[in-house]
């Protein structure tokens, strides 16, 4: 992979022999972020998990305390009066039908669709178009409710849903670079007890193989997981 010259440049800051204590390496990711836009900061975690099994599939989500610093557009398919409770507590676009139209005609400028159950039925007919693209909802995730209000003041607030993939990674963006250091602690702490808690009771031995923090356009630090899991530094 070619890499560019400011690329090279931050990869300096780096030691890639070293394991970082988290409040090191968050302050080392926050270095490398040169990029000309606030970029996210993000994490990866190799699981010792066989996602091809059922029983060991690392699925959940979790509320960031300070949230992900990222505007998410929030589409509810609900009908009346369920459509009106989502836009008064902050959903960017809320209906039924005219949005199921929509959506099959390839609109997508949204981030996430919450849905009611009662109208699984038609969204799930546009698996197809909405699946590749992460949107169909879920009852394990929470998009799939009733309580859209609350759904939305949720997302809206941080709320983010992480999966493991076919690798035994599980990826995500847990704040902005340009997050003061705490919060962003407070946000990784938040996200890694809850994939130690989505522990598959059929997954043996170690079970967090690795952990990895890194900018949008930046390189990867590995983080000692003793310093996040207990605060205790690396050793």
């Known amino acids: 992979m070619k890499r560019s010259k400011r690329f090279k440049q931050i990869e300096k800051i780096i030691d890639s022999q070293k394991q970082y204590a988290l409040r090191e390496a968050i302050g080392v990711v926050r270095k490398t972020a040169t990029a000309k836009f606030d970029e996210s900061f993000e994490i990866a975690m190799s699981l010792g998990v066989d996602p091809r099994k059922a029983d060991q599939l690392v699925r959940g989500t979790v509320s960031l305390p300070h949230g992900t610093g990222k505007t998410v557009r929030v589409l509810v398919i609900a009908k009346s009066p369920l459509d009106q409770e ?85 990826h995500a963006a847990i704040g902005k670079c340009s997050f003061d250091e705490s919060k962003l602690e407070e946000n990784i702490r938040t996200f890694v007890q809850s994939i130690m808690r989505s522990k598959p009771s059929t997954s043996k031995g170690k079970y967090v193989k690795s952990i990895h923090f890194s900018s949008t356009m930046g390189p990867s630090v590995e983080v000692s997981e003793l310093s996040v899991t207990t605060g205790g530094a690396a050793s």
């Open 86 to 170: 989502a836009l008064a507590a902050g959903a960017d676009y809320a209906g039924f039908e005219e949005y199921i139209e929509k959506l099959q005609s390839g609109w997508a400028d949204i981030d996430i669709i919450i849905a009611t159950p009662d109208t699984m039925g038609q969204l799930g007919r546009l698996g197809r178009i909405l699946g590749p693209r992460g949107l169909m909802p879920n009852p394990k995730s929470g998009t799939v409710t009733m309580d859209v209000a609350k759904a939305v003041t949720e997302v809206k607030a941080g709320k983010i849903e992480f999966r493991v993939d076919k690798g035994g990674i599980v």
